[in-house]
């Protein structure tokens, strides 16, 4: 089953293998749910669970969903980083892309309309698609529902 994420009038070129790896980590974790049915949010944590602000690693990335009148949308992708140093370090937002508000923002920055964050985007993608691939990240959902 393939999880009904739209992507037609995305202002940001989504690939299909993203959403492929959306939808087979649901149905992965949860294989009997109808999304369309049961859920009104999914949140998808990617983490490598040896990142540290001391050792580095593999930024974790946080992408939410939200569903709409013919499927599921893209609320917001966003991937974090650690500032600060030793017992002063915490995790805070590097990269965000935004759907809903329509913005995107790097840290330090300040933000830009996400029409204007396509190179960005493919650039984050394309880095994100091969650590899944490298399977350095594990993975958790947060599912919401009407009740």
């Known amino acids: 089953m393939k999880l009904p994420i739209i992507t037609d009038g995305c202002v940001l070129p989504v690939s299909d293998q993203m959403i492929q790896i959306l939808s087979s980590e649901l149905f992965a974790a949860h294989p009997s749910i109808n999304p369309t049915l049961d859920l009104t949010a999914i949140t998808f944590n990617f983490r490598d669970p040896n990142y540290s602000a001391v050792q580095g690693g593999y930024h974790p990335v946080e992408i939410r969903i939200s569903r709409c009148s013919s499927g599921f949308q893209l609320d917001y992708i ?70």
């Not at 370090?89 to 329509?102: Q, V």
């Not at 790097?106 to 399977?135: H, T, V």
Request: net charge negative.
């Open 78 to 147: 966003t991937d974090f980083s650690f500032v600060g140093s030793g017992w002063d370090s915490e995790l805070a937002k590097d990269i965000d892309f935004d759907f809903e508000s329509g913005t995107s923002e790097i840290r330090y920055c300040r933000p830009i309309p996400i029409s204007g964050a396509d190179d960005l985007f493919r650039m984050f993608q394309d880095n994100f698609l091969a650590y899944y691939k490298m399977e350095v990240f594990t993975v958790e959902l947060a599912l919401e529902t009407d009740d």
